[in-house]
């Protein structure tokens, strides 16, 4: 018997969190072995994922005990789906701690538990394109038979979406709207949005209806609150603030989670009053409110808090939240209101504030960041578009531009993609920050031509024509430029 049989039959085979049947050990046939217990006893096991080359099979999955299908699959070795396993708990969930994964987990523990949250967890972190998309097609089939076919939800498969939601960016296809419907639906068939109930005996629910007793909640668990307070967080569609609590205590990471949704909600709230038509007739009353209410907010964060990348990305996205209802199109040329100006000069230094801190943020990180702040990235940079477009009229732009100036701002952000670009180390046809590096040059060159009316070009940039900047207005035009729009022509859809 070769080294290479010995092995094989030495090895549990696990595709997507399922176990299989090995070739008979002498003395026998045997069952497969359930993966449990440390690392360490399962250090020769290996994980399979379906071949980028191979087309996508029929959810939900393939079968690797087949030798057709498992010619389909590629092994992961262990230490590799570690290494996945070890990057999301430490990078990816910094920026969005919708679930805790404990450090004694092993990926075969997780496997077993979680299957299609797994998957998804592979996927994300798969950094070539096709090989990208090719899992994402397997998740894509794994949905629609769990939800569309069988309509069997669970946690795992609202844990899967929400990662696949939160990390399926520089892609071509919008989609986050569609999956937003589809995380509040499953939140709402879990029904863990709401406090638990014990099943009751006939009788015992007769009385509880016509009032002889009431229901009795019993608390929801930790993972199911952090599931719906994540959900809240990526999609902000609940119709009311979310209605379960989160006990602080189990890791630091749910107290960083509490504090993300209490900006959120913000956020939320000032969402809510701009799609009512009077408030833009008390709009200095209530941004005033809100701002009082996120000073209030920030005042309370810990003090072991109040330096983290994360909250203050939030906080410096809720303010400009809050006073981009200020940003009118065309400004008041004479004698604007002295709160408006005000709000404008709030809203120019959280777009400040919120781009300094990206910047910190190592670029080798990017492929972790969730969708959410790559959303926080787009209002930051419209938002300064805006600012920037407004005219003599309001303020000085040569003050402005020694403040805060876009153009430098997108000279940085290209250096930065290019960075992580660099650092994937794939070839530019496959490479995922390759089109970013592209579209945020693209989006320079054309805000050059816009602000070349209004702001001092640098020394060495090549002057633009009256014709160029008239067609770069008409590329950018206002009415069009919103956080959406520029989501799009990032591709970080």
Not at 10 to 23: E, H, N, S
Not at 247 to 252: H, L, R
Not at 339 to 351: P, R, Y
Not at 384 to 408: A, P
Request: charge should be negative; hydrophobic fraction near 40%; charged fraction near 20%.
């Amino acid at each position: 018997m070769t080294e290479g049989t010995c092995a094989e039959q030495k090895t549990d085979v696990i595709a997507w969190g399922r176990t299989v049947d090995l070739p008979p050990r002498s003395g026998g046939a045997t069952k497969a072995r359930q993966v449990r217990g440390s690392h360490r006893s399962n250090r020769n096991s290996t994980v399979f994922y379906q071949s980028p080359a191979s087309p996508p099979t029929q959810a939900p999955g393939l079968n690797p005990s087949s030798p057709k299908d498992r010619r389909l699959l590629r092994p992961i070795p262990s230490d590799t789906s570690v290494q996945v396993l070890n990057r999301f708990r430490q990078e990816n969930l910094k920026y969005l701690p919708f679930i805790y994964i404990p450090p004694h987990i092993t990926p075969e523990e997780l496997y077993e538990d979680k299957p299609f949250f797994w998957e998804c967890v592979v996927a994300v972190l798969t950094p070539n394109l096709k090989e990208r998309e090719a899992l994402f097609m397997k998740v894509h089939d794994t949905i629609h038979q769990k939800l569309l076919v069988e309509a069997t939800p669970s946690l795992d498969i609202l844990l899967g979406v929400m990662t696949f939601m939160s990390w399926r960016i520089y892609s071509a296809k919008p989609f986050l709207n569609f999956y937003s419907h589809i995380l509040t639906g499953l939140v709402c068939d879990l029904g863990i949005d709401k406090a638990a109930f014990r099943e009751q005996p006939v009788l015992e629910r007769f009385h509880r209806v016509v009032g002889v007793k009431t229901e009795t909640a019993t608390g929801r668990t930790l993972e199911e609150r952090r599931a719906v307070l994540g959900c809240f967080l990526i999609t902000s569609r609940f119709d009311s603030q979310p209605r379960t609590g989160i006990t602080v205590g189990q890791c630091v990471d749910d107290e960083t989670l509490v504090w993300l949704v209490k900006i959120q909600l913000m956020v939320d709230k000032a969402y809510r009053l701009r799609r009512d038509e009077e408030v833009y007739l008390s709009t200095p009353l209530v941004m005033d409110l809100l701002q009082s209410q996120l000073s209030s907010v920030r005042g309370q964060i810990p003090l072991h808090l109040q330096q983290s990348s994360l909250i203050l990305m939030y906080l410096a996205n809720a303010e400009l939240a809050i006073h981009e209802l200020s940003i009118r199109v065309p400004m008041p040329s004479n004698d604007p209101d002295p709160q408006e100006l005000k709000s404008l000069d709030l809203s120019l230094q959280a777009a400040k504030s919120w781009l300094d801190v990206w910047l910190s943020v190592p670029p080798e990180h990017y492929l972790t960041v969730s969708a959410a702040i790559l959303f926080q990235l787009c209002r930051a940079l419209v938002n300064l578009y805006k600012l920037s477009t407004l005219g003599e009229s309001v303020w000085d732009n040569n003050e402005r531009q020694s403040t805060v100036n876009l153009l430098h701002y997108l000279d940085l952000l290209q250096v930065n993609f290019k960075r992580a670009s660099n650092h994937l180390n794939q070839p530019a046809d496959v490479n995922i920050f390759e089109k970013g590096v592209t579209m945020i040059s693209s989006i320079r060159q054309r805000c050059g031509l816009v602000l070349a009316d209004t702001w001092h070009p640098s020394p060495g940039m090549a002057e633009v024509t009256f014709q160029e900047a008239a067609d770069a207005s008409n590329f950018l035009r206002w009415d069009h430029v919103d956080d959406a729009w520029m989501m799009e022509y990032l591709g970080f859809l």
